[in-house]
């Protein structure tokens, strides 16, 4: 008995609430593809900040190679 009891609810969750649930939750994730003012500026900083990081990374190399021509090898 306590098994049909569950049954019913999850069988009418699974066909009819979840479909239409997921349905509803993608269907708002889609149509809001373009990027926020915000998030542009974001990206754009991160974008900015990578290129200063590997800027860096090349200056340190230079130093390295400089000071010590195999330090790359083990």
């Known amino acids: 008995m306590s ?20 349905w509803l939750h993608y269907s708002r ?5 373009e990027l926020s003012q915000s998030e542009l500026q974001r990206l754009q900083q991160l974008t900015l900040d990578a290129k200063r990081m590997r800027e860096r990374i090349q200056a340190l190399e230079e130093i390295l190679n400089a000071e010590h021509p195999n330090w790359r090898q083990p």
Do not use: E, G, R, Y
């Open 3 to 22: 098994a049909l009891f569950l049954a019913i609810p999850l069988t009418i969750f699974v066909l009819f609430v979840a479909p239409i649930w997921l």
């Open 29 to 33: 994730q889609n149509s809001s593809t």
